[in-house]
């Protein structure tokens, strides 16, 4: 029996799920080996139970942290599914700032109606046990894939242990420090095919930190390149990396 | 007095982007509740955006919406530039302009082919299509590709673009890139054609509704407006500026919805690709306007539902018109052609359409380029009003239908105005 898939979310912009439907023709394959028998964003249906729950987006209220805990009661694998839900993503920035004045910049007046009470952000993690993580800011599609087949296949899903310097150095980009801007390649975990770098784009870190990044010759990094602790802080904190990583 | 007695509870209504709840309450025929209701938690972006370098406000409300980071980014972008007194070029201009119809024609071919169409043939997905459609399916798949695969090429990437930046881009297409884009717009063309003819015998399924309202978008001089130009309401005589959006847009907070509404001249207004085409239909194509004609679509068109026909009209104005772009791109070559960037205090308000509709953003910086205040009024609160009182005028007139027909309708109804309900409540 193919395993029952089910894909939720929320808090985040849905635009992981949205890689889904941007696998085109691979959906069809996709649903060759796996039962997808709940995905709101593009399909009516629901079930009882789930082989493997895929959590979308960071949890921000007490609401959504009893139905995160009721889907993990209800799951045998759960994954955690995208940067908001692997590390919180963008979301935590909110986290950095008063909650009230948070909540007044936005709904002025009104900010103190209940139904606009929100938590500080947390990534699934931090709220249930889970059993994998796919990261990414959006995630790349072809490491889903890997990852779904390895799970219907019963085994571990694996992610690269080396930095996004790595696939950099493979595709022969240009490194971004060379040309004057700021880079968080070399603590983040590579997979992504270093596709920010790669289009002159800064590494925002969307993917987490490197299991055992090398801390000391980032700073160098920093240091050589002049880069202010204000800045320091702001490249650290868009993904949630904490900056005292890196005082 | 006697009539039917039902209770609709829909929870988390499905093919949608983001979570929406309908609610209707009615006994003996009298009517005690219609509520549409948002729930989506807020996220707080334009509290988050403050204290950064204006570099990094774009790629972080990119993230308010993964369906439209592209529009995003450009109104952004464009409040960004007008702030600092950047002027863009004609090129950078041409280039945000087909990437911006690419994410149009990615969203509407999205909504169209696999969030609506199942309600036409009554399945749950696309999926159950492939095998009994399966030749108008990879026609929406081959549309789909080619919006997203213009974004890689052009953005670098298909939702939340990298190569994008205040005063130009990081990197440009290569010449061979864009010379095969330009064949394959020319080509979707004629894709968007062959659909438009599946869907015209599908026009008849539309529910019979209808409620003439304010219809709100940019407006230019010469062409259908997206990337920039004025506001134009169906209920004024003359454009308004930019500027003015805040008089436009009168956001508020209510009981029923994280995501605020808005509301102008009357107790709601629309936005988005109807709104677009009977305010700007005399702009479009003159294929794209036999193809409205093709679906029995004539400005001003009242019906709600019809606006998944206008995505349509639009897909192929899309089309056509990146076909012209990329042609005078390639007569004239791409070069670097970047702006200069200075950092000064200022604000800067920037708007786009969006898939679905006007998006306004605005934003004030310091003398070090920080963010001291950011406001975003996304199109899907500004239809949310719209949506609420398009169900107190059709429930009363179809209650008599039964429960199972007025859910339909009602669910069919918020997935005409294809909302972006997490965008919303950003």
Known sequence: MKPRV????????????????????????????????????????????????????????????ERLKDIRRRSKILVEFGACAHLGGVNKLKNLRDATTVRREVYGDAWDMPHLNTLPTRAVHEVVTVDAAIPGCPINR??????????????????????????????????LYDIGMVCLGPVTRAGCDAICPANRGACE???????????????????????????????????????EVFP | MSGPTMRIDVHHITRVEGHGNIHVEIDDGAIRKIEWEVPESPRFFEAMVIGRHFTEVAPIVSRICGICSISHTFSSLRATEEALGVTISEKTEALRRILLWAEILQSHILHIGYLAAPDFFKVGSVLPLVASHKETVLLIVKLHRLANETADIIGGRTTHPIRTMVGGWTMLPGLREMEALKIRFEEGVEDAKKLAEVVATLVPLLPEFTRETEYICLTEHNGYAHYKGMIRSSDC?????????????????????????????????????????????????PTAKATALQLGLRPPHYNPYGNT??????????????????????????????????????????????????????????????????????????????????????????????????????????RAYDPCISCSAH
Not at chain 2, 327 to 336: P, Q, S, V
């Open chain 2, 309 to 414: 026909l206008a995505q349509l009209v639009e897909c192929v104005h899309a089309l056509e018109t990146c076909a012209g772009l990329a042609a005078r791109l390639l007569d004239t070559g791409l070069k670097n052609e970047n702006t200069p960037v200075t950092v000064r205090a200022g604000s800067g308000v920037g708007a786009v359409e969006a898939p679905r509709g006007i998006l306004f953003h605005e934003y004030t910086y310091d003398d070090r380029g920080l963010c001291r205040a950011a406001n975003c009024i996304i199109p899907t609160n500004q239809n949310h009003a719209g949506i609420q009182h398009d169900m107190e005028a059709l429930v009363p007139r179809f209650k008599d239908r039964g429960k199972e027909q007025l859910q339909f309708m009602l669910e069919m109804l918020v």
């Open chain 2, 237 to 285: 005589a003359d454009a308004l500026p930019l500027s003015s959006y805040r008089r436009v847009t009168n956001e508020y907070v209510v009981a029923q919805s994280t995501a605020k509404w808005a509301k102008f001249n009357r107790e709601s207004y629309m936005v988005g690709a109807l709104a677009r085409f009977n305010n700007n239909h005399g702009a479009l194509t």
């Open chain 1, 6 to 65: 089910a894909f939720f979310d929320f808090t985040c912009c849905e635009g992981c799920q949205l890689q889904i439907a941007d696998l085109e023709e691979e959906i069809i394959g996709l649903a060759a080996i796996v039962d997808i028998v709940e995905f709101r964003e593009v399909l009516t249906g629901s079930a009882a139970a789930y082989d493997i729950a895929f959590i979308e987006g960071s949890i921000t209220r007490l609401a959504d942290e």
């Open chain 1, 142 to 175: 072809q490491e889903f894939l890997t990852i779904v087949k390895a799970l219907a296949m019963g085994l571990p899903p694996k992610l690269p242990d080396y930095p996004v310097c790595v696939e950099c150095k493979k595709r022969d980009n240009v490194c």
């Open chain 1, 205 to 243: 870190g969307c993917r987490g930190l490197v299991p055992d990044p090398n801390n000391n010759s980032m700073k160098d990094v920093l240091a050589k390149n002049g880069i202010s602790l204000d800045e320091i802080y702001r490249m650290f904190t868009m993904y949630a990396i904490d900056p």
